[in-house]
Every structure is written in structure tokens, then in C-alpha cells.
Nanobody, 127 residues
Framework: VVQLVESGGGLVQPGGSLTLSCTASRFTYTRKCMAWFRQAPGKPRERVAG????????GYAASVKGRFTISLDNAKNTVYLQMNNLVPEDTGMYYC????????????????????WGQGTQVTVSS
């Protein structure tokens, strides 16, 4: 079974930066996409960024575009989320997600419908 393990969450002041990491293991089928989601209390989970492992094409939610950057190190099987200029609205549980050729939905470029999830890491933006 695919495993995704996140790290790097914590408490940060508004305007600060934080980098999340997610290391993936046990992929048997070809990775099709990887992504970061977040969920704030009382709100639905939303995808904030996704990336394609073969060409590193990436896509972002409007709320984070220009502030967050997703990147992927294929050699380390690790996906990162660099978060800059954080605001309190960025507070939430952040989840790493992925899809492989067995779980991937056609045309789901940035993993809106992933097949695998990490356990999540908490990010709190507060002064």
C-alpha cells in the first residue's frame, strides 16, 4: 500500500514562511500526480497545489497562487510545499495526496481526486 508521510507543520506568524515535506513510498504503479490539500475547521478539504511527476507541470488554487510553490524531487520521492507570506486563513490541516495509474481519473491533471492520502500536518498562522 502506498504510504505518504508529511512533516514540517507548525506555528508561524502572519507574513512568515513554512515548508512542508511529504515522502512517498511503496508505489507499485506509475505515479500520475501528487498534491497538497488543506482543511480548515468547519470547511471542506480543498486542493491548494498539484504537480505532474513526469513534466513538473503544476497548478494552484487561486487563494495561494503567487505565495505557495509545489515542487518534487523524484529521486527522493518527496514533494514539497513552500508557503510564503502566510495569512491566518492559511491555518488548517495540510494533507499530502497522490494518484497512480491504478487510481488515477482521466484528465485529473493535478490530483483533485487522489487515491492515497497522508495523515496530515497542522499549520497554524497566528500572532
Amino acid at each position: 500500500v502506498v504510504q505518504l508521510v508529511e512533516s514540517g507543520g507548525g506555528l508561524v506568524q502572519p507574513g512568515g514562511s513554512l515548508t512542508l515535506s511529504c515522502t512517498a513510498s511503496r508505489f507499485t504503479y506509475t505515479r500520475k500526480c501528487m498534491a497538497w490539500f488543506r482543511q480548515a475547521p468547519g470547511k471542506p478539504r480543498e486542493r491548494v497545489a498539484g504537480i505532474v511527476p513526469t513534466n513538473f507541470e503544476s497548478g494552484y488554487a487561486a487563494s495561494v497562487k503567487g505565495r505557495f510553490t509545489i515542487s518534487l524531487d523524484n529521486a527522493k520521492n518527496t514533494v514539497y510545499l513552500q508557503m510564503n507570506n502566510l495569512v491566518p486563513e492559511d491555518t488548517g490541516m495540510y494533507y499530502c495526496a497522490a494518484a497512480d495509474s491504478r487510481t488515477w481519473r482521466i484528465r485529473d491533471t493535478y490530483c483533485d481526486y487522489p487515491g492515497y492520502w497522508g495523515q496530515g500536518t497542522q499549520v497554524t498562522v497566528s500572532s
